[in-house]
């Protein structure tokens, strides 16, 4: 029996830059809804784990919706602040997840576990986890991830986030100074969308 596509999908965020992006990556036959189209406010993401997070809100965007919803949960972990700030990325931006704010934060713990931190490659990676779901049944959940490092400081306009602080491994620019087309054969978000554009 054939697999009926998909054609009809929420895209669940109220982050401008992930709705682009995610808009960018799914292919154009799929008519897609945005919750800002809806007005709805985010869940509260009480997850451990990125996969945990991305399910809680494609479940509860579809349930509010009653549309097959397609959620994103994603940041940035390094390796010297423990993975850090990992699933807590955005909310290192404070409660308007201001990123300005969140970089700050991040080059402020950097110099609290070494002052030199600028003299050696500090290792880093952006984790996205993609999940779909219909009301409560999940039908794909995957991980996509990119390796780097960390920035001396920010450079870069394009993207959103912390991209103008993350250099992928073998390239010498930050994703915030790659043009999109770059940036997404690169980034965690296409390799975790190469996994799951078999379920749409």
Known sequence: MLKKKINKLLIGTNNKGKLREIKDLLPKYIKTFSTLDFKINSPRESGKTFKDNSLIKSKYFSKKTNLMCLADDSGLEIDILNKRPGIYSARWGG????FGKAIKKVYRELNKKNKDWKKRKIKAQFVCALSICYLNK???????????????????????????????????????????????????????????????
């Open 138 to 200: 999940k039908i794909a959940c995957v991980i996509g991830s990119v390796e780097g490092s960390i920035s001396e400081k920010p450079k870069g306009k394009n993207g959103f986030g912390y991209d103008p602080i993350f250099i992928p491994k073998n390239k010498n620019k930050t994703f915030g100074e790659m043009r999109p087309s770059q940036k997404y054969k690169l980034d965690h978000r296409y390799k975790a969308f190469k996994k799951i554009k078999k379920f749409l």
């Open 95 to 98: 409660r308007n997840s201001d």
